[in-house]
């Protein structure tokens, strides 16, 4: 969601007539769009405002603005810890933009915007994407889970859903302009339609009530001209049935689901107010594999929340060992303030989390490398996104179970489709050869 906001700002500064540059130091005008649901990404934010005040003092000029999440939960804070940023505007403010950077122009104080409503997206095909052929669409903005680690409900917002009819004309005009691959973007997409928005009849598109997650993502299936589709993120406990069809009933919607279990102690769960016990999310794992086979499925896990034991620590790795998930992003516990969580007691000693990290870290990479491993010597299917991140005479093509390889061929190839033989394994991505 941050990723498709950045692109949301930077289609309004070309707008303005701004045009991009790679040098910090060429820049006239300089945006941090900030993310807070960790403690890692906030100190480094820090770390970046304090490497812009040198360029302020060389530029007077130089307009600073610190936008997103981080920008929403702390406010004038910001500009009280650093009086040199220009404009501080929040999650809801981003069409403010134009009017905040010249009433900046026009006086001599910092300016706070975070007054915005957040869920408030106005136009879904209003954005300057990476990609020619491939983009983001969000269904639905905010969330009501009100997990007591996570702050995304205060700096994003009540869940509210996107009128469908909204949605699946921006999917269409997308198609019509060469994108072929969309990503359904949400914190909790499975929610999608729970709380209606947007204006006019919400739960209608082309006649037909879309008042589901599953019902939406089989409407954009049928999208002409739409080859594949990716949806983030999902939430165990409002993952259906209807939605595992609809995977396995459309070829173009991808097998690749990404469902964050976050720990396996039911003890721990009841704690981070999840909402389902370790049985019922492994239950839907293994219902999604019985549907759909070839079905990679990821998670995010928690390490070191506050009252974990050994005992629970242990019950996340043997559910790690048995279900062998193709990846992980695994994390340890970080207070974020405001949440619920922040009131507990952090009992367990950064010595042992980071023991506890490294075990399932390890656990991990030999499972997601054996998964990868099975794919070698055989030929898959690749979308040519880039050129790689590991070596630049390489170039990255992702695979339909969100799988990254890397192989050497001609530019040209970007925005294509390839037929790629796996020559290699690694933990986190393939390397082949083009057939």
């Known amino acids: 969601m941050n990723e498709f906001d950045s692109e949301r700002i930077s289609a309004i500064l070309e707008w303005l007539g701004?045009?991009?540059?790679?040098?910090q130091e060429d820049a006239g005008l300089i945006i941090l769009n900030t993310c807070s649901v960790r403690l890692k990404a906030e100190t480094r934010l820090f770390g970046h405002i304090g490497n812009l005040k040198v360029l302020k003092e060389q530029n007077p000029g130089l307009i600073i603005c610190i936008g997103g999440c981080t920008a929403q939960s702390l406010k004038e804070k910001l500009i009280e810890t650093f009086p040199f940023i220009d404009i501080v505007f929040g999650t809801g403010n981003i069409e403010n933009l134009p009017g905040l950077i010249k009433a900046r122009a026009a006086t001599a104080k910092s300016i706070c915007d975070t007054s915005g409503n957040p869920q408030e997206i106005?136009?879904?095909i209003d954005f300057k994407r990476k990609f020619s052929f491939k983009a983001f669409i969000p269904v639905m903005t905010g969330c009501d889970n009100y997990c007591s680690y996570c702050i995304v409900p205060y700096v994003r917002g009540h869940e509210k859903s996107i009128n469908p009819a909204v949605i699946i004309d921006s999917v269409k005009?997308?198609?019509a302009e060469g994108v072929f691959e969309v990503t359904l973007l949400g914190q909790n997409v499975n929610s999608y339609g729970h709380v209606l928005n947007c204006g006019g009849d919400a739960a209608t598109a082309a006649g037909e009530s879309i008042n589901s997650f599953a019902k939406l993502l089989n409407k954009v299936a049928v999208i002409n001209g739409i080859k594949r589709i990716r949806f983030m993120t999902s939430h165990?406990?409002?993952f259906t049935e209807d939605i595992i069809d609809a995977v396995r009933d459309n070829n173009n919607i991808m097998g690749h689901i990404h469902l964050p279990f976050q720990s396996g102690s039911d003890k721990i769960l009841e704690l981070m107010n999840r909402k389902y016990s370790a049985r019922q999310y492994e239950d839907l794992f293994y219902k999604?594999?019985?549907?759909?086979p070839d079905c990679a499925i990821t998670t995010d896990i928690i390490v070191g929340f506050p009252g974990e034991k050994e005992k629970d620590f242990n019950k996340t790795l043997e559910l790690v060992k048995k279900l062998k998930f193709n990846r992980a992003f695994t994390f340890l516990y970080s207070s974020r303030r405001g949440t619920k969580a922040e009131t507990f007691e952090d009992s367990v000693p950064i010595a042992e989390k980071k023991k506890w990290f490294?075990?399932?870290?390890?656990t991990q990479n030999t499972i997601s490398f054996d998964r990868n491993m099975m794919m070698k010597g055989k030929v898959?299917?690749?979308l040519v996104e880039s050129e790689s991140t590991k070596k630049s005479s390489l170039l990255e093509g992702r695979l339909e179970n969100n799988t990254i390889v890397n192989f050497d061929g001609p530019?040209?190839?970007?925005g294509k489709f390839i037929n790629l033989e796996i020559t290699q394994a690694h933990p986190f991505y393939l390397s082949g050869k083009i057939v």
């Open 380 to 382: 898959f299917k690749a």
């Open 18 to 23: 701004y045009l991009k540059t790679d040098s």
């Open 288 to 292: 999604i594999k019985e549907r759909i």
């Open 122 to 124: 106005k136009e879904l």
């Open 411 to 414: 530019k040209e190839l970007t």
């Open 236 to 238: 165990p406990k409002d």
């Open 358 to 362: 490294k075990l399932l870290l390890d």
């Open 173 to 175: 005009k997308l198609a």
